[in-house]
Every structure is written in C-alpha cells, then in structure tokens.
C-alpha cells in the first residue's frame, strides 16, 4: 500500500488484506491518475510491473527499492505507453492538455504565481541512509508546505540530493502547481539537470527529473547558496537523524 500512496489517484481504492489479487484488480481497475501527471489511462498495469520488477531486483540483487523508487518508475512507464499510444504528429508539448487553446496557455495560467521549491538532502556515508526535504512557498499558498522522508541504500550525497529534487517534482504535480521554480545548494545536480554535465551515477535520476518536468507548464532549476537553504537542510537532517533515535 505504500507504493500506491505516492501515485497520484483520483480516488482512492478501499482494498482490505481479505482481497485476494483478483478482487483487488478490480477495485483498482478504474483508477485514474490526476493532471499533470500526463497519464490519462489506467496505471494500474504500470504499478503492478513496477513491484514486479522491484520484486526481481530484491531477490537477484538484494537491492530492496524504495516506494518512491517503485511508485516513480510506474508513472514512467504510465506515460512512456501513454505517449506511445498517441499518433507523432498529434502528441502534446508540456501541458497542452490543460490548455483550452492549443497554439496558447491560458490567460489564467499564465497570471498563475511561480512556486518556489527548495530541496536538500543529508547523508551518512556508514549506513548510506539519506533524509530528503523540500519545501513549497509562493503568494498563492497560505503558509510554506514542507515535507520530508528517509531513504535507504544511498550510495553517495549526490545521489541523496538527486533524490530530493525528483522527490519534490512528484509532490508538486500532485499539488498540481502550474509554475515551478526549483533551487538546490548543489551546483552539480544543477548542472547535469541543465544537460551542462553528464554523470552516470545519477543518470536515472536526471532523466525521471526531465520526464516529470514536463507535467509543468514552466520550470525552472537554479542553484543559490547553502545559507540561503536553511528549511529545507533542517528538515532533512531532522529526518536522518530520526532514524537513529532509540526508544530507551
């Protein structure tokens, strides 16, 4: 269930532990992801693959994926088949879908207010835990929404802040925000966002961070300094360092 919290539904599916996988199916057959996701069939299958192969990378691998990690590859895959089944000459650009005129965004999107987001990451290197953070503020928001998670089997504090921005993109488009604006204390991460440098540890996560990109009608990734990123490091530090706080 874990997985399916961080897909974006419409509604939610109420499946018990008395369901066997059939009943279960049909309960999530109709479910139906929300804009800007750019899935309009069902992800039904695409979650299903995902734990499947997360399934086969634990047991041939022992590399145990993360809900995020699952839930994030499904919405790929949802839009790749998506895309896919779409004639070339007919695929939408960005979020054209939203748009009610086809050749322009309109007038109240492009009055919407830009959101800031910013994202950062804290890691131990013994046991590769990583906290994630981000936070949300803008005029159209009454107060700044912020959130955190933990992360395990992180090999590298890039890694850890690739993880973050990819992390932050997915709950920003299911606030469905219009206008992003993205900044991290890393300036590698932005850089290789920017296609100005090409890392293969983090190539994956480059190339999820495009694909989810696309869901926006703007955005934008910038680097400003780690004075400047208070919130978002606190946040993430309070979220590794949860992780070793021992019940006494």
């Given at each position: 269930m874990e997985v399916w919290e961080q897909i974006p539904l419409r509604q939610v599916a109420q499946i018990t532990t008395k369901d066997d996988f059939k009943t279960a199916l049909v309960k999530l057959r109709g479910m139906i992801c929300l804009p800007p996701t750019g899935i309009?069939?069902?992800?039904?299958?695409?979650?299903?693959?995902?734990?499947?192969?997360?399934?086969n990378t634990k047991i041939f691998e022992g590399r145990t994926l993360s809900p995020i990690e699952i839930a994030t590859r499904a919405l790929r895959l949802a839009r790749e088949w998506n895309t896919a089944q779409t004639p070339t000459e007919k695929r939408p650009r960005n979020l054209q879908i939203r748009q009610p005129n086809a050749n322009r965004p309109s007038s109240s999107t492009i009055a919407s207010p830009i959101i800031s987001c910013t994202t950062d990451a804290a890691w131990n290197k013994q046991s590769k835990q990583a906290g994630l953070a981000w936070t949300f503020s803008g005029t159209d928001l009454p107060s700044t929404i912020t959130g955190s998670t933990t992360q395990p089997f992180v090999s590298s504090p890039l890694l850890a802040e690739a993880l973050a921005v990819r992390l932050a993109l997915i709950k920003a488009a299911t606030f469905e925000f219009p206008r992003l604006k993205?900044?991290?204390?890393?300036?590698?991460?932005?850089?290789?966002?920017?296609?100005?440098?090409?890392?293969k540890e983090i190539h994956g996560i480059i190339a999820d961070i495009h694909q989810i990109s696309s869901a926006f009608v703007n955005i934008s990734f910038s680097y400003f300094p780690r004075e400047q990123n208070r919130d978002a490091d606190a946040l993430a530090k309070r979220a590794l360092n949860s992780i070793y706080v021992l019940d006494p």
């Amino acid at each position: 269930m874990e997985v399916w919290e961080q897909i974006p539904l419409r509604q939610v599916a109420q499946i018990t532990t008395k369901d066997d996988f059939k009943t279960a199916l049909v309960k999530l057959r109709g479910m139906i992801c929300l804009p800007p996701t750019g899935i309009t069939n069902s992800v039904v299958p695409c979650v299903c693959w995902s734990l499947w192969l997360a399934r086969n990378t634990k047991i041939f691998e022992g590399r145990t994926l993360s809900p995020i990690e699952i839930a994030t590859r499904a919405l790929r895959l949802a839009r790749e088949w998506n895309t896919a089944q779409t004639p070339t000459e007919k695929r939408p650009r960005n979020l054209q879908i939203r748009q009610p005129n086809a050749n322009r965004p309109s007038s109240s999107t492009i009055a919407s207010p830009i959101i800031s987001c910013t994202t950062d990451a804290a890691w131990n290197k013994q046991s590769k835990q990583a906290g994630l953070a981000w936070t949300f503020s803008g005029t159209d928001l009454p107060s700044t929404i912020t959130g955190s998670t933990t992360q395990p089997f992180v090999s590298s504090p890039l890694l850890a802040e690739a993880l973050a921005v990819r992390l932050a993109l997915i709950k920003a488009a299911t606030f469905e925000f219009p206008r992003l604006k993205v900044s991290s204390d890393n300036q590698t991460l932005i850089r290789a966002i920017s296609n100005d440098l090409q890392l293969k540890e983090i190539h994956g996560i480059i190339a999820d961070i495009h694909q989810i990109s696309s869901a926006f009608v703007n955005i934008s990734f910038s680097y400003f300094p780690r004075e400047q990123n208070r919130d978002a490091d606190a946040l993430a530090k309070r979220a590794l360092n949860s992780i070793y706080v021992l019940d006494p």
